[in-house]
């Protein structure tokens, strides 16, 4: 039952934080899904309803370097896989969508990643 509760209050801030943020074609939205093992993150245009790229720790390509990368490391290094598809695909200005959590740890870490990377939002 606690993760009901929990899991409903992170939908309230979700929809809380979509009313405000609609991605257009030429300001695209990243949307960031954290679960307990993985890190996922997509570019979405809401015009046309489609995903223009996706990365996620489960990529081929997202391959860290040596050891197994685990959390805010991983985290940056889909931020930055992100950026590099976005620019390949001429996408400059995006939006951020935290999805309902809280921007801290490996969600902005994803963020610094994709500045990084480049993106500007």
């Known amino acids: 039952m606690a993760n ?16 405000k943020i609609v991605g257009t074609d ?15 993150a997509q ?9 223009l790229a996706t990365v ?8 860290p370097s040596g050891k197994k990368a685990k959390g ?5 290094l889909v931020g930055l896989a992100l950026a590099k598809i976005c620019q390949e695909k001429n996408i400059t200005q995006v939006v951020f969508d935290r999805n309902g959590f809280l921007f801290h740890g490996r969600v902005k870490a994803v963020a610094d990643g994709a500045r990084e990377g480049g993106l500007k939002f």
Not at 72 to 76: I, R, S
Request: aromatic fraction near 4%.
């Open 56 to 63: 996620s720790t489960l990529s081929d390509s997202l391959e």
């Open 43 to 51: 570019v979405i245009s809401d015009d046309q309803g489609k995903t």
């Open 4 to 19: 009901k509760r929990v899991d409903s209050a992170r939908l309230r801030r979700k929809v809380r934080v979509r009313k």
């Open 26 to 40: 030429s300001r695209p939205r990243i949307c960031v899904f954290r679960s307990n093992k993985h890190i996922y």
């Open 72 to 76: 805010v490391e991983v985290a940056k």
